[in-house]
């Protein structure tokens, strides 16, 4: 679900939505607070754009985006 674009994790989810959108976006934050690691997120009214890159440690991905990654991916697995 996840791939490699730019040095980062990049994953674009299309929901039928706004509502269903925000949702996804609100669990997104809950896992990512969990993790203690924070995506870059982008919103359009039913489109989310989800980046992952480890900032302290330069911009690069790391284990930890990995993890959140896969984190994100089951979240969609989950809900459909």
């Known amino acids: 679900m996840f791939e490699e674009v730019n040095g980062k994790l990049s994953s674009k989810f299309v929901f039928n939505d706004f509502d269903e959108a ?15 690691h924070h995506p870059d997120i982008s919103i359009s009214w ?24 896969a984190t994100i991916s ?4 989950v809900g459909r």
């Open 74 to 77: 089951q979240l969609v697995e």
């Open 46 to 69: 039913n489109t989310v754009v989800i980046e992952c890159c480890t900032h302290s440690a330069g911009g690069v991905i790391t284990d930890l985006d990995h993890s959140l990654a």
């Open 22 to 36: 925000m949702s996804f976006v609100n669990a997104v934050a809950k896992v990512a607070n969990e993790h203690d």
